[in-house]
């Protein structure tokens, strides 16, 4: 996909001006009160007990374990690019099904993905039993790669950038309250059947916390020119297993299978 308006197959992955959206995440992310507060307005500051819990929605995350997540993103006119599976928090592992589809007519495009903090798998690719077979190398279900970050010009796959974000909805430790005290509260919405307060960056950036849990249940920024929704259910330990390195090739020691694919 490397036009935002005439979208490609996954193996060419739209790029996007990253806008330094994936390293503001942790920024962003560096809640709210299970106590209702009377006559708020949206863009009303939060209140101290709200930046606490703010602070600390990406530890939380983390001792949780992991969550299930949904990733939906409007790149181009009639084609969204959705990742849904589940993230490991505590060793940063995660697997989806990364799906493309359009209101064209065109057919859906699917991948199965699992990626780290470094690299990315991506299995079903079009054409690369082909491309195993032409360069005599061993069949794999799998192509792996590493995580591709911005280049010079401030762009980066979209696929690549999707996954980072969902990797750093966590964090060790909690962040400093005071970071957050330029949020407002947005209102109140439900989000997967929970009632969540949500709240506003200086950048546009929205966060949604469970009002009883104070989980982190949904996170929305704005990239390039369309909004990314990553939602969290489910909260809990996840076992995850990275696929076989006799079922990979590995993209970055076999280029010339990277340069046929797309990839």
């Known amino acids: 996909m490397r036009s935002r308006r005439r979208p490609g197959r996954l193996a060419a992955p739209l790029r996007v001006v990253v806008l330094g959206a994936v390293a503001a995440l942790v920024t962003v992310l560096a809640g709210c009160s299970a106590d209702p507060v009377a006559e708020r307005t949206p863009g009303d500051p939060i209140t101290s007990e709200e930046a606490q819990v ?11 374990g992991g969550a299930d997540f949904e990733v939906s993103a409007p790149f181009a006119e009639g084609a969204v690019l959705t990742l849904t599976g589940e993230i490991d928090f505590s060793r940063g592992i995660g697997r989806a099904q990364a799906v493309t589809s359009y209101t064209n007519g065109q057919p859906e495009e699917t991948r199965t993905l699992f990626f780290t903090g470094t690299d990315l798998w991506q299995g079903g690719v079009p054409g690369l039993a082909e491309a195993l077979t032409a360069t005599g190398l061993p069949a794999a279900t799998y192509a792996r790669r590493p995580i591709a970050t911005a280049d010079a010009a401030g762009t980066a796959s979209l696929l690549d950038v999707l996954v980072q ?5 966590s964090a060790r ?9 330029k949020y407002t509260w947005a209102g109140s919405e439900s989000v997967n059947g929970q009632l969540a307060s949500v709240f506003r960056s200086g950048t546009g950036a929205e966060i949604a916390v469970a009002a009883d849990s104070r989980l982190l249940v949904q996170y929305v920024t704005r990239l390039q020119d369309f909004d990314v929704t990553i939602t969290l259910a489910d909260h809990g330990a996840r076992d995850i ?13 076999h280029p010339e299978i990277a340069a046929a694919l797309g990839l």
């Open 173 to 181: 430790s909690a962040d400093d309250p005071r970071s957050f005290e």
């Open 241 to 253: 297993t990275l696929p076989a390195d006799a079922d990979t090739v590995n993209t970055a020691e």
């Open 54 to 64: 703010l602070s600390r929605v990406l530890s939380t995350d983390r001792q949780q």
């Open 165 to 169: 974000m969902v990797g750093r909805l």
